[in-house]
């Protein structure tokens, strides 16, 4: 039979290897991080490079159509209008957070507007796909009411390098504040 001594002995080991184990853990979670770290890295360089070469016509529509988009996100009035250009002064966590992001520049086409007004944050690595391109026209709706935002043209693209600064600014981008909004 086993005594009480012998039995918190047992499971004074089972917690030690508990714990040697949450440590093997957590320094596999900083490497798969720091991997991770690394891949978006490349990525960003190559996606950095291929916006850099690309000639000016892969980032309009090749062929324009009409969509709707139900998912896209206003900020709302909490946040302030924002000039795509200022890195510095750049939303949320800064630089950090445009990394590799594309502000998509829009005109409404249902209202007369003098120049466009609104900017839609996307991801992107590298040229922007069809759906996102110069040209292209959709009508908005956001994306929790379903509310209709309007019909839009993308008209400009700014595009952020990995590290966060402007990459390249294609098409009308006029150096003013946008209303800001995100897809979901």
């Known amino acids: 039979m086993t005594s009480a001594a012998e039995l918190r002995q047992e499971m004074q080991e089972a917690f030690d290897m508990i714990h040697i184990l949450e440590a093997e853990i957590d320094d596999l979670r900083k490497v ?30 090749f062929e324009p159509k009409y969509d709707v988009r139900p998912y896209v996100l206003p900020f709302g009035r909490e946040y302030p209008m924002w000039n795509p250009r200022d890195v510095e002064n750049a939303p949320f966590s800064g630089k950090s ?17 003098s120049r466009p007004s609104r900017l839609i944050f996307t991801s992107s690595n590298g040229v922007p796909d069809e759906h996102d391109k110069i040209g292209q026209r959709f009508e908005a709706r956001h994306d929790q009411t379903g509310k ?37």
Not at 35 to 46: G, L, T, V
Not at 97 to 113: H, N, P, Q, V, Y
């Open 32 to 61: 798969a991080d720091q991997k991770a770290a690394e891949a978006r890295k490349i990525e960003h360089s190559s996606g950095d490079e291929q916006v850099r070469t690309a000639p000016e016509d892969a980032f309009r529509a």
């Open 97 to 113: 957070w445009l990394a590799g992001m594309t502000a998509i520049i829009c005109s409404r086409t249902d209202e007369e507007r």
């Open 148 to 184: 209709r935002l309007g019909d839009y043209r993308i008209d400009g693209l700014v595009i952020y390098s990995g590290e966060g600064e402007v990459l390249r600014i294609v098409g009308d981008v006029p150096n003013v504040k946008f209303h800001m909004n995100t897809y979901k």
